[in-house]
């Protein structure tokens, strides 16, 4: 029986390096992402993670934008923020990890991400 290779899974608050595809380009280029998903409950089984971009922290605002503060744990060269253009991709695809956000990061980007998705009160 033919063994199958290990399957790779990254846990929440992982930054990995991906190819990320540009609009207004056929040509991908490798950035930084931060894995947002659940390993247990949703990278793991389906072989994905939804993740969040990394960009510069000299790139233009957007609104939710969350500065890094610890480049280091990060495996970061330079200021960056991550930014809420959402993805799901597949593990395969991940050329790389970088690192991982500090506790203090993790809490920020949370609420960051809870204000993203907060349901309004009078939805009804």
């Known amino acids: 029986m033919p063994t199958r290779p290990p ?3 990254f846990e929440r608050y992982t930054l990995v390096r991906v190819p990320f595809p540009f609009t207004d380009r056929n040509a991908a280029k490798n950035r930084p992402a931060l894995v947002l998903s659940d390993a247990k409950a949703f990278n793991t089984p389906v ?3 939804v993740m969040a971009m ?3 922290q000299s790139n233009a605002p957007w609104p939710l934008d969350c500065p890094i503060t610890d480049l ?3 495996g970061l060269p330079a200021p960056s ?3 809420f253009k959402l993805f ?3 593990h395969r695809l991940v ?3 970088l690192g991982q956000l500090s506790l203090p990061d993790q809490h920020e980007v949370w609420r960051h991400l809870a204000r ?3 349901e309004p009160l009078d939805h009804q």
């Open 95 to 97: 050329r790389g990890r």
């Open 81 to 83: 923020k991550v930014r």
């Open 47 to 49: 072989g994905h993670s």
């Open 116 to 118: 993203l998705l907060q």
């Open 88 to 90: 799901t991709l597949d």
């Open 54 to 56: 990394i960009t510069s």
């Open 7 to 9: 399957t790779v899974t």
């Open 72 to 74: 280091v744990s990060a």
